[in-house]
């Protein structure tokens, strides 16, 4: 079983900076791509930023030059730093892994997602 878990979610003013984290745990081969999604209501859930397994990153065009993801493959963490941040940036921000475990091919995972406010 993998578990993906977010954490720095929260309430900002505009201009000002938030950094997430999400941990994956479990029984863990490999993890390739990692990423970040957001989701505003009543808007589909898009694709803030990726990272893979070597550390290429690409991101919405929305959020370049204000956000920044990285990854630690020693913790299987990723990070998403925040910055600049506008309130069309409000959203619920979700982890996502294609991750390897022994005996099974790549599956994809979600975290439980983590709430982002940006007030004007």
């Known amino acids: 079983q993998v578990q993906l878990v977010e954490s720095g979610g929260g309430l900002v003013q505009a201009g000002g900076s938030l950094r997430l984290s999400c941990a994956a745990s479990g029984t863990i081969f490999n993890i390739n791509d990692m990423g970040w999604y957001r989701q505003a209501p009543g808007k589909q859930r898009e694709l803030v930023a990726v990272?893979?397994?070597?550390?290429?990153?690409n991101y919405a065009d929305s959020v370049k030059g204000r956000f920044t993801i990285s990854r630690d493959n020693a913790k299987n963490t990723v990070y998403l730093q925040m910055n600049s941040l506008k309130p069309e940036d409000t959203a619920v921000y979700y982890c996502?892994?294609?991750?390897?475990?022994?005996?099974?091919?790549?599956?994809?995972?979600w975290g439980q997602g983590t709430q982002v406010t940006v007030s004007s």
């Open positions: 996502n892994a294609d991750v390897l475990r022994v005996g099974v091919r790549y599956q994809n995972y």
């Open positions: 990272i893979t397994s070597g550390g290429r990153t």
